[in-house]
Nanobody, 125 residues
Framework: QVQLVESGGGSVQAGGSLRLSCAASGRTFTRYVMGWFRQAPGKEQEFVAAVTSSGGSTAYADSVKGRFTVSRDNFKNTVYLQMNSLKPEDTAVYSC??????????????????WGQGTQVTVSS
């Protein structure tokens, strides 16, 4: 069983920055591809970013490329999402997820095995 706990959400004005963290339990964190997804009110959940187990490869949704950066610290069992130049359309509940034993970062939420509870990000104009 893997437990994921997000933190770092909050309210910010457009153009501002936030850094989300996701702490994972378990001793095999280095075997997980980690992903970030978000869900805005009335919309389907969408892929944001993902990082391979080593941190050597990442993937991003087109809507966040150049503004968001995903990274991980395998010593701390933590994955991060640095969000810069935030826009009102980034407002959503952000969740991290773990894909056990994966090699490449996936944008499909159906491939992830464990999920955190989510953290709210609100960007005002």
């Amino acid at each position: 069983q893997v437990q994921l706990v997000e933190s770092g959400g909050g309210s910010v004005q457009a153009g501002g920055s936030l850094r989300l963290s996701c702490a994972a339990s378990g001793r095999t964190f280095t075997r997980y591809v980690m992903g970030w997804f978000r869900q805005a009110p009335g919309k389907e959940q969408e892929f944001v970013a993902a990082v391979t187990s080593s941190g050597g490869s990442t993937a991003y949704a087109d809507s966040v490329k150049g503004r968001f950066t995903v990274s991980r610290d395998n010593f701390k069992n933590t994955v991060y999402l640095q969000m810069n130049s935030l826009k009102p359309e980034d407002t959503a509940v952000y969740s991290c997820a773990a894909h056990i034993g994966a090699v490449v970062p996936s944008a499909s939420r159906y491939e992830y095995d464990y999920w955190g509870q989510g953290t709210q990000v609100t960007v005002s104009s």
